[in-house]
């Protein structure tokens, strides 16, 4: 309901936008300082992906999911950089993560010789994805040479299927016997094309040769990226702890962005 909800105000706004800029096109302002910058350009920065939930079936063994930093690269096209209104599409490439864990295991359930609780991290990232964004962005003069811009809009990202084993085993002090006591099986969609929400704002500095930007974004998936399930078994003491993993891929992102001015014509 959420991701309706989403889509049909997104929908809102491009029509928003079509009647501002066709019927009223003359009405949209354009800013002379943003006038001699090119329409392309270069996007990086580093993105903050949500942490991983977990859904107990049976058991009371979890562990702890911690968030898992990532990075967007690749190029924007800003179709109207000096006017008010504009749209914005491009191409990224994004490292996505699989799982960023703590586990703990109890030393009653673990070898004597251990002494202490198993404690250990695991961190994990698939294949780069690529992604185009549909953008509808409103930029508002603040100074001379300053800024702001509210964004908005859609991301089609391609992500191919895949999956992911974790397993911990443990052996006896000479080795004679090995436990799984651990696993955590994942695995993406069976699709390859994924949608998601995205806004954002942000503050652009139009500078001698460069058009510097630095925008913040949030993304939301409309589907998980990463699913699968754990389970804790083979423990000395305890029994054995089922349930689901959901990663649902949303992040925020700060993305700073550069536009070279264009070369001067000689008369």
Known sequence: MIEIKLIKTVAVIIIIFLIDSGVYAQSNSKYS????????GIVAGPVLY?????????G???????????????FEYDF???????????????????????????????????????????????IVSFSTPILIRLNIQIKKDVFINFLS?????????????????????????????????????DNMFYGSFVIGTGVSFAMNKILLKSNIIYVMNFQNTIEGEYL??????????????????????????????RKKEKW
């Open 33 to 40: 300082a943003l006038s001699k910058y090119r329409k392309w």
């Open 50 to 58: 949500n942490k991983a939930k977990i859904y107990p079936q049976y």
């Open 60 to 74: 009371d063994y979890t562990f702890e999911n911690k968030p898992l930093w990532g990075f967007n690269a690749g």
């Open 80 to 126: 109207y950089p000096d006017k008010k209104w504009s749209f914005i599409t491009g191409f990224l490439v994004a490292l996505e993560p699989v799982y960023n864990i703590r586990l703990r295991i109890d030393k009653d359930d673990i070898y004597s010789y251990f002494g202490e609780d198993l404690i250990d991290s695991y961190k994990s990232y698939a």
């Open 153 to 189: 809009g859609l991301k089609v990202m391609w992500f191919p299927p895949g999956g992911s084993d974790l397993v911990l085993s443990i052996s006896n002090e000479d080795n004679s016997e090995t436990r799984e006591i651990f696993g955590l099986k994942l695995h993406t969609q």
């Open 232 to 261: 804790f078994d083979n423990l000395l003491s305890s029994p054995s702890s089922r349930g689901n993993y959901e990663l649902s891929g949303n992040y925020l992102g700060l993305l700073f962005s550069v536009s070279l001015a």
